[in-house]
């Protein structure tokens, strides 16, 4: 007499899967205590465009 192996089909594995994980995700975020805060652009002088020295190097080597 031969045992019958009860197995998950791979369709309900990969779902169940899934829904595992998206709740994983959903409870660390509800139990996070640490609030995020935006990032905050640099405004001045320093900030956008810059020709660098790696920046020249590539007009240099890409004929610009």
Do not use: C, I, N, W
């Amino acid at each position: 007499m031969m045992k019958e192996k009860k197995s998950l089909p791979r369709r309900d594995f990969l779902k169940a899967a899934g829904l595992t994980g998206g709740a994983a995700g959903v409870a660390a975020l509800a139990l996070s205590t640490k609030s995020a805060k935006a990032a905050v652009p640099e405004t001045g002088p320093k900030s956008g465009y810059q020709e660098t020295d790696h920046v020249k190097k590539y007009y240099e080597l890409a004929r610009f």
